[in-house]
């Protein structure tokens, strides 16, 4: 009887477990992390019928509490900061900008084989991997500046740029 208890009990936790664990994509086009904790945004790729969504290419939400949880962006983040802009889109391909930086477009396209969001900073192409925001100390809003980094096109090495806004 106490076997048989144990065991119910075990298959009910492993359930529970089941039903809270999240599921975050292993591939996503980038992520964008900041300085004040460990929180990031996640931009995946977001077909429409097999096609690059014309509309939204991107689908952007925090993964929060050390990959514990997901939560979509607020409307704040999507209107001053995370929020991707469409500027040009077609069925395998778009150019977008993050709503806190209008003068950085990201190429959303299929590159070796998988969909990469692809800038070009300082003369030289790269798959962007990761954006990270050095906050200013005391103000959660104040950037010191945005470093991307990512995969060089042309010599396939890691690089890293920086952006002082």
Known sequence: MLRQFSITLLLLLAAVLQLSAVEIPSEHVFVFERSTNSNYV??????????????EPLKTYWVLDEETRTEGLTFLDRKMAFGVKVISAKEN?????????????????????????IVKLKGHEMVVEKMFAKMKPHFAVKC???EIT????????????RIIP
């Open 42 to 55: 996640c931009y995946d790729i977001n077909l429409a019928g097999g096609s690059l969504s014309q509309k």
């Open 93 to 117: 391909e778009a150019w977008v900008h993050l709503t806190a930086y209008k003068n950085l477009k990201i190429r959303i396209c299929r590159h070796k084989g998988k969909w990469a969001g």
């Open 144 to 146: 010191e500046y945005v």
């Open 150 to 161: 990512g995969t060089d096109i042309a010599t396939g090495k890691k690089r890293s740029e």
